[in-house]
């Protein structure tokens, strides 16, 4: 295998720029200085020169240069999209009988979307709410009326909404009942149910993918990358070696978070506690193989911290953490099917406090398996084309 230093040489113009600091005025001392170099100096001189090398040195960088101008914009054009609390197109359907009245009210102000199928019973309203089919169910009676509402309390925004619009279909008549409104699995709609959860797949990130991101490029800047490439170890085999031991630190954060969870703020927690775990295993390899894969793209530390910030952000406001995915646009939503913790918030959440089982999560478990084989598999090859 050719081998190649990866200590890079001063650019010639920086190297000037060095030299054309003035050095301060002679005193004592000075003797051993020829006298072409001992010229006086200003201060003002002096620090004109230093940022003039500083601006050389950033301008000749040009992946942290596109990072500083790129990165701001990019993440203002995201957050201004994705951080809004204007929830709309809530998943709803009719219990019961069908009534074109109450579609028209629900639909009117686009926080409602009614399915066109009428559900028969409670009971398949109550399984579609589990399963994450639909947000609210509108139970109708055969006078057109809606006598009660079933909501599903684990996404906080939209069972306000809807607990709050919902108010507006009950029109005062002679002899009709008050509306009964039941919210399902967070009845009180704590806020700390809907967000800790959903928290633990972010602590995740912020230990899995900053940490990993700079491991290669920290091998590479102290000179050390050369004496893993003489090992017989594989790509694939340094890969799992660097990541293995961050995935055993973030497996004890991940029980460690969820135990302040449960005990500290009284999170409930219903569902297979194994399933969980498995679950949480595929995202974290998903997850460091994205550190890896920025380990692998970065030249320094300092460009590594700044690309898995740029991608952790979008994660928190674009995986449906805060912000209801169905009420962003299209335009900024795709991103979200991008990220690992898009899949693995629904996944907590529904453990958490719906008691879930495989057969629910199988398109979220399909597809953090996908992303880290993806991601593992392109830092391996990544890691190869950089060293060869």
Not at 73 to 81: D, H, Q
Not at 140 to 147: E, F, K
Not at 157 to 181: C, H, S, Y
Request: proline share 6%; charged share 15%; aromatic share 8%.
């Amino acid at each position: 295998m050719r081998m190649r230093s990866d200590v890079k040489q001063e650019p010639a113009e920086v190297a000037e720029a060095v030299r054309q600091i003035p050095l301060p005025r002679p005193g004592r001392g000075d003797a051993g200085i020829p006298a072409a170099a001992r010229k006086p100096s200003s201060s003002w001189e002096r620090l004109t020169a230093l940022i003039q090398k500083e601006f050389l040195q950033i301008w000749r960088d040009r992946r942290t240069l596109g990072l500083i101008i790129f990165v701001p914009v990019s993440l203002m054009v995201i957050f201004g999209y994705a951080a809004t609390f204007d929830v709309r197109n809530i998943p709803t359907e009719l219990v019961g009988h069908d009534s074109s009245a109450i579609r028209t009210k629900l639909e009117a102000g686009n926080a409602f979307s009614v399915a066109a199928p009428v559900v028969a019973s409670t009971d398949v309203a109550r399984d579609d709410l589990k399963h994450g089919r639909v947000m609210v169910a509108v139970v109708v009676n055969a006078l057109g009326q809606p006598v009660s509402v079933l909501i599903d309390g684990s996404n906080l925004l939209e069972a306000m909404t809807a607990e709050r619009d919902l108010a507006a279909l009950q029109t005062p008549a002679a002899g009709q009942t008050a509306m009964v409104v039941d919210v399902l699995y967070n009845p009180s709609l704590q806020s700390v149910d809907f967000m800790v959860p959903g928290l633990v797949g972010q602590i995740m990130v912020q230990v899995a993918m900053v940490l990993t991101a700079v491991s290669i490029v920290r091998e590479r800047e102290r000179g050390t990358i050369e004496q893993l490439l003489i090992t017989p170890l594989s790509k694939v085999e340094l890969m799992v070696g660097k990541a293995f031991p961050y995935l055993v630190i973030a497996l004890i954060d991940l029980i460690a978070v969820m135990l302040v969870g449960r005990w500290l703020f009284g999170v409930p927690f219903v569902g297979s506690l194994p399933l969980l775990m498995g679950e949480s295993l595929l995202f974290l390899i998903a997850t460091l193989g994205l550190g890896l894969l920025i380990s692998t793209v970065a030249q320094t530390q300092q460009q590594a911290m700044q690309i898995a910030v740029f991608v952790q952000l979008p994660q928190m406001l674009l995986s449906g953490l805060v912000f209801p995915l169905a009420s962003m646009p299209w335009g900024v939503r795709w991103l979200s099917y991008l990220f690992p913790l898009t899949y693995y918030v629904p996944v907590t959440r529904g453990l958490f406090l719906k008691g879930v089982g495989l057969v629910d999560l199988w398109p979220q478990t399909l597809a953090l398996a996908a992303m880290a084989v993806l991601f593992v598999g392109l830092a391996a090859l990544r890691f190869r084309k950089t060293l060869d």
